[in-house]
């Protein structure tokens, strides 16, 4: 089964930071690009980041500003999103999918709560 | 920058009957649209991508249309498992991405 996995979620106060993990299985995890979406408390999908399948390519929306880091490790068929200076507005469930164009297998999410 | 726009923000309608859902790209985006349903709790789902091809196992009710910058999602007689948040996708520069607002759908 096709399967993405999301975990490192929690509490953090504004300022402080967190990394995230998502786990594939079920598929050849190093062909496909990757990506990072995450949706605010009652609001829409916001695109985050992605990256290819050799780590070549990476992009960000712009509105991150260059506080989160993308990144994989095709050895162990995980995909990560570290995220720096956290701010109120970054509270969200934060989603992994796959991407060989449009978003075919999603993750359920963790949530990132930024909160003093 | 692409922006995409959906109406409407919010769809009646009652059981049977049929849906029609609109999304507009501020730029043309081809053919590269997809649509996604999400519902209260869970992760969105794949329904069309290419603008017109239903993913795997996505029933026969769902079917997409149009090009350049208008796309519509017709669900052709809603099931009750059908009400939900609709969103459109934009993926003309892969690997970059582009969401529409969303229209929910609920019973009238």
């Known amino acids: 089964e096709v399967q993405l996995v999301e975990s490192g979620g929690g509490l953090v106060k504004p300022g402080g930071s967190l990394r995230l993990s998502c786990a594939a299985s079920g598929f050849t995890f190093s062909s496909y690009t990757m990506n990072w979406v995450r949706q605010a408390p009652g609001k829409g999908l916001e695109w985050v980041s992605s990256?290819?399948?050799?780590?070549?390519?990476?992009y960000y929306a712009d509105s991150l500003k260059g506080r989160f880091t993308i990144s994989r490790d095709n050895a162990q068929n995980s995909l990560y999103l570290q995220m720096n200076s956290l701010r109120a507005e970054d509270t969200a469930v934060y989603y992994c999918?796959?991407?060989?164009?449009?978003?075919?297998?999603w993750g359920n999410g963790t949530t990132v709560t930024v909160s003093s | 920058e692409i922006v995409m726009t959906q109406s409407p923000v919010t769809l009646s309608v009652s059981p049977g009957e049929r849906a029609t859902l609109s999304c507009r790209a501020s730029q043309s985006v081809s053919s590269h649209l997809a649509w996604y349903q999400q519902k209260p709790g869970q992760a969105p789902r794949l329904l069309i991508y290419?603008?017109?091809t239903r993913a795997t196992g996505i029933p026969a009710r769902f079917s997409g249309s149009g090009s350049g910058t208008e796309f519509t999602l017709t669900i052709s007689s809603l099931q009750s498992e059908d009400f939900a948040v609709y969103y459109c996708q934009e993926y003309n520069n892969w690997p970059t991405f582009t969401f529409g607002p969303g229209t929910k759908v609920d019973i009238k």
């Open positions: 290419g603008t017109s």
């Open positions: 999918a796959r991407a060989p164009y449009h978003m075919d297998v």
């Open positions: 990256i290819d399948s050799s780590s070549s390519y990476i």
